[in-house]
T-cell receptor
Framework: DAGVIQSPRHEVTEMGQEVTLRCKPISGHDYLFWYRQTMMRGLELLIYFNNNVPIDDSGMPEDRFSAKMPNASFSTLKIQPSEPRDSAVYFC?????????????FGNGTRLTVT | GESVGLHLPTLSVQEGDNSIINCAYSNSASDYFIWYKQESGKGPQFIIDIRSNMDKRQGQRVTVLLNKTVKHLSLQIAATQPGDSAVYFCAVRNTGFQKLVFGTGTRLLVSP
């Protein structure tokens, strides 16, 4: 089991640029979550998908943020245009459906720095 | 909304001691509780979970205790080792919801 795979591991970009973060969930997992982690706010849920369909995007901070899941093995989180306050570690996580209380499995994150 | 807090931001212990990390939650509708360990540069790693119909669950060197009366959760680590040094998060989920709400984390420092 390769676990949840995220890329890139680090991203440094200038304010105003577009940033795309990528995630491959664990095979067979039906739910995919995007979290953001900062020192000030801790781990915050941005959006989650069930069977590739966005279910709850209430945590997405602004219209500058968008997420897609074109198939069961791939998701993207896009920020356009990026701002310095978007600097954080972005985590993707997945879990199986069918087991009501199965834990989330996290990737190792993408550390985003916007200058 | 849900708020999840931890009693101590940092816990320092000696190798071989038992560690106890505490967590308080606010929503009585919470029905599933998880402890995660996060090492530097990595994502949170699942340690142990417990459902609301239980008050204790044991794993390898770890025990989770749940007191629903006072909305309190604890993680006990037996014979703490230097490799246990990390930030520990509790997370809770409410019945019927998928969202996990995470606590702010406790940093465990284990000295040899």
């Amino acid at each position: 089991d390769a676990g949840v795979i995220q890329s890139p591991r680090h991203e440094v970009t200038e304010m105003g640029q577009e940033v795309t973060l990528r995630c491959k969930p664990i095979s067979g997992h039906d739910y995919l979550f995007w979290y953001r982690q900062t020192m000030m706010r801790g781990l915050e849920l941005l959006i989650y998908f069930n069977n590739n369909v966005p279910i709850d995007d209430s945590g997405m901070p602004e219209d500058r943020f968008s997420a897609k899941m074109p198939n069961a093995s791939f998701s993207t989180l896009k920020i356009q245009p990026s701002e310095p306050r978007d600097s954080a570690v972005y985590f993707c996580a997945s879990r199986r459906d069918g087991i009501n209380n199965s834990p989330l499995h996290f990737g190792n994150g993408t550390r985003l720095t916007v200058t | 909304g849900e708020s999840v807090g931890l009693h101590l931001p940092t816990l320092s212990v000696q190798e071989g001691d038992n560690s106890i990390i505490n967590c308080a939650y606010s929503n009585s509708a919470s029905d599933y509780f998880i402890w995660y360990k996060q090492e530097s540069g990595k994502g949170p790693q699942f340690i142990i979970d417990i459902r609301s119909n239980m008050d204790k669950r044991q794993g390898q060197r770890v025990t989770v205790l749940l007191n629903k009366t006072v909305k309190h959760l604890s993680l006990q680590i037996a014979a703490t080792q230097p490799g246990d040094s990390a930030v520990y998060f509790c997370a809770v989920r409410n019945t019927g919801f998928q969202k996990l709400v995470f606590g702010t984390g406790t940093r465990l420092l284990v000295s040899p």
